[in-house]
């Protein structure tokens, strides 16, 4: 697998990544500018710009930009998340040139009609509406207010419908002109693509096209809020429990123990949670933990999907179940079968265009390097018995706890049986 991080004079950069034997090429743009970086009154302002992108430009309108990539058996898509906003085409290495064509077309070209985005507005409110149906998903959206309070992050990618409703075609335009940046900004080539033709395709089609330098985009350091999210939905049948503890940002020094850390306790099949809640209690289908990290900010969360009547007793298991790292510690079996699971992850996502794509954009806007894959093994593979457990304790304290609900009637404070079991 041959790697390259190539920074243009405007401070563009292009991560390429040859993958002999496949046919395939992931194309990507990744800039800087997610929900994180909203205030209160443009908090879904991203996510907009995302979708408007795909309404038109100076040369195709909507049904266009989907036909020329379908064309060429192509596919394109997008995403908004809390520090950034990625446009993305997975095609045949052949038509890698029309796939940057498209995406700079949007990019670039946009139009931003008033009219279409009317019609957006009520694409972004169903989306918005299909959101808050979908109890996992409102109960980790509202799990990050209950961490982050008031601080940007704390808020929803899709934002309110308020605000939907009034952002106009001159408030995108002003928010891409000011927060689209090169400095900012990464395309990612991977594929059966030679480095000459991936960096000739982008100065081609990208370089040069955007201010050199945006406004300060990384997320600022925030204090845990340590809050209670609570929402009663009598209409679901599941009740949906997150818990949040303060942990790592992204790229810390320690990061790799939090990966086996997670692995241990929630992370597959065999980790701790799976097997008490699920396995020996029956009280979750869904149970799981998963670290969120972001610049100068992280949590790690755990999430159980319950009946309602099982809301309280789930929550005191999993107290209880973190209580016990102290007297039942990580073993050296749990570590080397966590790294193990890490490891593997790392070589699938490398077996894919557009996992290892994906994987390359972040780490290169976030840390200004290329992403190794081998350097990452060998941190992961040096972690220790002694730090893994410090890093549990220190973590999973249930007195530093947020925690968000979403289900039927619930009468009890959620949070203070937690914290108090």
Known sequence: MEKTLYTFDDGLKLVHCRIDGVYSAYLSVMTGVGSGNETEESNGISHCVEHMLFKGTARRNAFQISEDIDKIGAQINAFTSKTATCYYTTGLAEHLEECADVLSDILFNHTLDEGELDKERKVIDEEISMSEDDGSDLCLDNLSGAYFGPHPL???ILGPRSNVARFTSGDLREYIGRNYAADSTVVTVVGNVEFERAKDVTAKYFYGRMD??????????????MGYSYT?????????????????????????????????????MSSRLFQEVREKQGLAYSVFSAPSTYINNGYLCVYAGVKPSNA????????NLLKGLKDNPITQSELDKGKQQIKTAYALSGESTSGSGSLFARYALYTGKLFDAQEEIARVERVGLDEANALALEILSPQKAAL????????????????NQ
């Open 232 to 268: 009663e939905k009598p209409e679901l049948e599941q009740s949906h429990v997150g818990i949040a503890f303060p942990s790592l940002p992204y790229k810390h020094e320690k990061d790799a123990v939090l990966a086996v850390v997670n692995a241990v306790l929630g992370g597959n």
């Open 312 to 319: 309280q007793k789930a929550v005191k298991t999993i107290a």
């Open 404 to 419: 968000s609900y979403v289900g039927k009637k619930c009468g009890k404070n959620l949070l203070e049986i937690f914290k």
């Open 212 to 225: 050199k330098k945006g406004r300060d985009w990384k997320d600022k350091p925030a204090s845990p809020h």
């Open 154 to 156: 704390g808020r929803t």
